[in-house]
Nanobody
């Protein structure tokens, strides 16, 4: 059974840094042959969830939303139990509920010679962790 559990949210000042964690279990998410995509999404009050960053483990580059390029990093723990999202230079407009998600099979699209995972229609979700950025 796939289980995803986020942690690491909280209150941070603008310009600060946060590292969100997602404990993952129930599947071999990080294996090349398993064909999973993991991702981070966020939801603003009254809005639909939007993709922040996604990564697949069978090739290609991670996807980052335009608003996150250059100030976010998606990574995972070497023991393959945890997915991370680090955000630098936090802004008040980053205030949202952040969710970890998983999906299979991986779907990709190509831009130039680089493949990125599609970051839509994920099947499995965590409960979310709130991030609040004060100005």
């Amino acid at each position: 059974q796939v289980r995803l559990e986020e942690s690491g949210g909280g209150l941070v000042q603008a310009g600060g840094h946060l590292k969100l964690s997602c404990s993952t279990s129930g599947a071999n998410f990080y294996d090349y042959s398993s064909d999973w995509t993991l991702g981070w999404f966020r939801q603003f009050p009254g809005k639909e969830r939007e993709a922040v960053s996604c990564v697949s483990f069978n090739g290609g580059s991670p996807y980052y939303a335009d608003s996150m390029k250059g100030r976010a990093l998606i990574s995972h723990k070497s023991d393959k139990t945890t997915l991370y999202l680090e955000i630098y230079g936090l802004r008040p407009e980053d205030t949202a509920m952040y969710y970890c998600a998983a999906d299979r099979p991986t779907r990709k699209y190509r831009v130039g010679g680089v493949y990125y995972p599609e970051c839509v229609d994920f099947k499995f979700w965590g409960q979310g962790t709130q991030v609040t950025v004060s100005s």
